[in-house]
C-alpha cells in the first residue's frame, strides 16, 4: 500500500509542478475596431498624429494624388452611402478628397475618409479590377492596405492586405470619373500614388 501512495504523491506533485510553473501562454487581444463613425478629426492640423495608443495611431488628412493623371482620390460628390465607389477626379480640396490613415498593431492600415468617416474596401475582392469602394470601418481585411509611410509627398503603391493586389485606373482614359479599382501589381504608372496635405 505504502508505495501507491508514494506514486500518488509524485505524480500530485508533478502535476502541480506543471500547472503553476509554467509561463501564461494567454493570447492578447486585437485592437479594437475603429468605431463606425470617427468624429472631429478635422479639427486637427493637417500631418498631425491625432491619436496614438502605443499600437494605433491616426494621420491626416492628406489627398491621394495619382502620378500619372495628378487627380485625387475622391468619394463622389461627399457621399455617405456605404458602398459608394470611389473615382479619380481633379483636387478640388473638399473634404471628400481627404483621407485619413490609422496605422495599427500589425504590417497594414486602413484608409479613412474625411467626410463621410468611412472606410476604403473592396466591392469584390476576389476580382482583379473590382472597384474601390468606401464602407463603414468594420476591421474587414478588405480594409487593410499596405501604404506608402503616412507623410506629406510620401510616393508608392497601395496594396490590399487581403488581395494583394493595388490602387489602380485600370487603364481606363481621362482623368474626371475614371474608376479606382484593384488590379494586379504591375509597376504600372497607374499603380504609383502619394499623400498630400
Known amino acids: 500500500m505504502r508505495p501507491r501512495i508514494l506514486l500518488s504523491t509524485a505524480l500530485l506533485a508533478v502535476t502541480f509542478l506543471l500547472t503553476t510553473a509554467l509561463p501564461s501562454t494567454a493570447v492578447t487581444a486585437p485592437p479594437e475596431p475603429l468605431p463606425p463613425q470617427v468624429t472631429n478629426i478635422t479639427a486637427y492640423p493637417a500631418g498631425k498624429v491625432l491619436t496614438s495608443t502605443g499600437v494605433q495611431s ?59 468617416s468611412q472606410c476604403i474596401g473592396v466591392e469584390e475582392v476576389r476580382n482583379n479590377g473590382s472597384w474601390l469602394v468606401q464602407r463603414q470601418c468594420s476591421g474587414a481585411l478588405d480594409q487593410y492596405w499596405d501604404t506608402p509611410e503616412p507623410k506629406g509627398d510620401r510616393y508608392g503603391a497601395f496594396r490590399n492586405y487581403q488581395s494583394g493586389q493595388y490602387f489602380s485606373l485600370g487603364n481606363v482614359a481621362g482623368r474626371d470619373g475614371v474608376p479606382v479599382v484593384q488590379n494586379y501589381g504591375c509597376a504600372c504608372p497607374d499603380q504609383n500614388w502619394y499623400f498630400s496635405y
Open 58 to 116: 491616426l494621420y491626416g488628412p492628406f489627398r491621394i494624388i495619382n502620378t500619372q493623371r495628378y487627380s485625387c482620390l475622391t468619394d463622389p460628390a461627399g457621399s455617405m452611402t456605404p458602398g459608394q465607389r470611389l473615382i479619380l477626379w481633379n483636387c478640388s480640396g473638399g473634404e471628400d478628397q481627404y483621407w485619413f490613415v490609422r496605422t495599427e498593431d500589425g504590417p497594414a492600415s486602413r484608409i479613412i475618409n474625411d467626410h463621410s
